[in-house]
């Protein structure tokens, strides 16, 4: 993710981040139906934690550099505006 979104692939990294949630929740259920596995899932997810807090630090970076080259094309409000309401997760 962190390579699409250095490359400026802005799709495919939405679409990798909607892969590893899909990965994320097979963990979990996996962590319920086999107890034997939970150690292992439990220092994953700790894994994933840290990871995750890189990510939102490069996506918010992504987030203002977008918005700074929609200013900078002179659609900065109305595309700018828009973008704001949409991103409000961030």
């Given at each position: 993710m962190?390579?699409?979104?250095?490359?400026?692939?802005?799709?495919?990294?939405v679409?990798?981040?909607?892969?590893?949630?899909?990965?994320?929740?097979?963990?979990?259920?996996?962590?319920?139906?086999?107890?034997i596995?939970?150690?292992?899932?439990?220092?994953?997810?700790?894994?994933?934690?840290?990871?995750?807090?890189?990510?939102?630090?490069?996506?918010?970076?992504?987030?203002?550099?977008?918005?700074?080259?929609?200013?900078?094309?002179?659609?900065?409000?109305?595309?700018?505006?828009?973008?704001?309401?949409?991103?409000?997760?961030?």
């Amino acid at each position: 993710m962190e390579g699409l979104l250095q490359q400026q692939q802005y799709d495919e990294a939405v679409l990798c981040m909607d892969n590893r949630l899909a990965l994320i929740d097979q963990l979990v259920q996996l962590a319920k139906e086999c107890p034997i596995q939970q150690q292992a899932v439990a220092e994953l997810a700790a894994t994933l934690s840290i990871q995750e807090e890189r990510l939102k630090v490069l996506t918010v970076s992504h987030h203002k550099i977008v918005f700074k080259k929609l200013v900078q094309v002179g659609k900065g409000n109305k595309a700018g505006q828009a973008y704001n309401l949409n991103s409000k997760e961030f």
